[in-house]
């Protein structure tokens, strides 16, 4: 297929091309969870630079329980409605679409948010992870029911507010995610066990946003290929939750892999021959492929123009989810689209201290300020320095917002 080709989403709705801007955290929110101006400005360039999918940063559906200091937040209670109305208002006169991505960060939550945070077990994260979140409590069968109706609602708001889909975040170790792990799920329950009962929370919370937007309201899933870790969410299980939210009837699923304990979406751990092909997660796909009837998206590793139209002329994937190369380049799909022979500019970063790469997670920090300069209308700034982006941070959410706590 071609790039510029239109994709026919189950649910009927139209992506314009087969390019999507993957889901990067913002931290832009202001300190009662509203998503100012600067949401609008940013999500406005990329569907200006030809993105046909926009998924926002994680989108919280509590405000006890913060993945990031600067999350927006969508629950009862609080209405923030005429912002997200404006922020949705970005893909104006334009086919492109912006799905807001929900999400609960379950365990994954810094001490300095949350004290007691809650997961399907109550099982801490690996060391050195143990001392920056704390130990979680076991949830509830209520509590699990009410994160469900949360994701409802929250989807609900989303589709009110303009927006033309929302995300359930089921991958990188937050909640979803950890339901699905035999590691971080050990419940005896019908919520924890074999692949069957893990899977439960998500066919749950699928079900109820369904049930909040209609038929014909696009849903997608990030979903992990595998945890690589120990113990984790296998890649065969990735295909039976796969199978079974497809044919339930989801609109999109995206494959990405990785948690804080192994974090292989930032390319970290990845094997050198993966790197240099590209795409980290393209392997996994064809075996995904074929169980789904919904389009399939494969984000993480994509540099080059070329390579995005050979993969999807191999046929594996529907949509390319591109991250970094869109905070750097915010008309990179629309060279893509062109031919142009478009080369990412997406390169490692370091300070030069081993001391500093430990403490701060440099990657997402520099990211993070090129698109808070997309959001103050400025162009992205791909030759800043490191400590530039670090100060920016410091000033701009505090020290312990940046500490490396995310991935």
């Not at 849903?219 to 945890?227: F, M, P, Y």
């Not at 609109?251 to 990845?270: R, W």
């Not at 990657?363 to 700034?381: D, L, S, V």
Request: aromatic share 8%.
């Amino acid at each position: 297929m071609k790039v510029s080709e239109k994709c026919i989403l189950p649910c009927g709705a139209v992506l314009p091309n087969r390019l999507a801007k993957s889901a990067m955290s913002e931290n832009m929110a202001n300190p009662v969870f509203y998503p100012g101006q600067a949401f609008y400005q940013a999500y406005k360039t990329w569907v200006e630079g030809g993105t046909g999918l926009c998924i926002s940063g994680n989108v919280m559906i509590d405000s006890r329980y913060l993945g990031e200091a600067n999350n927006v937040v969508i629950e009862k209670g609080l209405d923030n409605s005429l912002e997200l109305k404006h922020w949705a208002s970005a893909t104006q006169n334009s086919q492109a679409h912006i799905w807001i991505q929900l999400n609960h960060p379950g365990k994954q939550t810094p001490k300095f948010l949350t004290k007691e945070p809650v997961a399907p077990s109550s099982l801490a994260l690996i060391p050195p992870l143990d001392k920056m979140f704390n130990k979680p409590r076991e949830l509830t069968e209520s509590e699990i029911l009410d994160i469900i109706e949360r994701f409802g609602y929250a989807a609900k708001v989303v589709k009110e507010s303009g927006f033309q889909g929302v995300q359930i975040h089921g991958a990188h170790g937050y909640l979803v995610s950890q339901f699905l792990s035999s590691r971080h799920n050990q419940r005896k329950d019908q919520w924890g066990g074999p692949i069957e009962n893990r899977m439960r929370f998500v066919q749950e919370v699928y079900k109820e946003i369904r049930k909040n937007v209609g038929p014909s309201f696009p849903i997608g899933i990030k979903l992990n290929s595998a945890d690589f870790g120990k113990g984790g969410f296998t890649h065969e299980e990735a295909v039976l939750v796969a199978k079974s939210l497809s044919d339930l009837g989801i609109d999109l699923i995206e494959l990405s892999g990785g948690s804080y304990e192994a974090p292989v979406m930032t390319g970290a751990k990845i094997k050198e021959s993966t790197q240099k092909r590209e795409a980290y997660f393209l392997e996994y796909a064809a075996a995904i492929k074929k169980v789904i009837k919904c389009p399939l998206m494969v984000t993480g590793g994509f540099r080059t123009g070329e390579f995005i139209h050979t993969a999807l002329e191999e046929g594996n994937l529907d949509i390319v989810g591109l991250g970094r190369a869109l905070c750097l380049n915010p008309e990179f799909s629309k060279q893509v689209m062109a031919g142009e022979k478009v080369v990412s500019d997406v390169h490692p970063l370091s300070s030069g201290f081993k001391v500093v790469d430990a403490i701060f997670p440099l990657e997402i920090i520099w990211y993070t300020m090129q698109i808070h300069r997309m959001g103050a209308g400025k162009r992205p700034k791909p030759k800043a320095g490191v400590y530039s982006s670090i100060l920016h941070s410091a000033m701009d959410i505090g020290v312990q917002s940046i500490k490396r706590v995310r991935s």
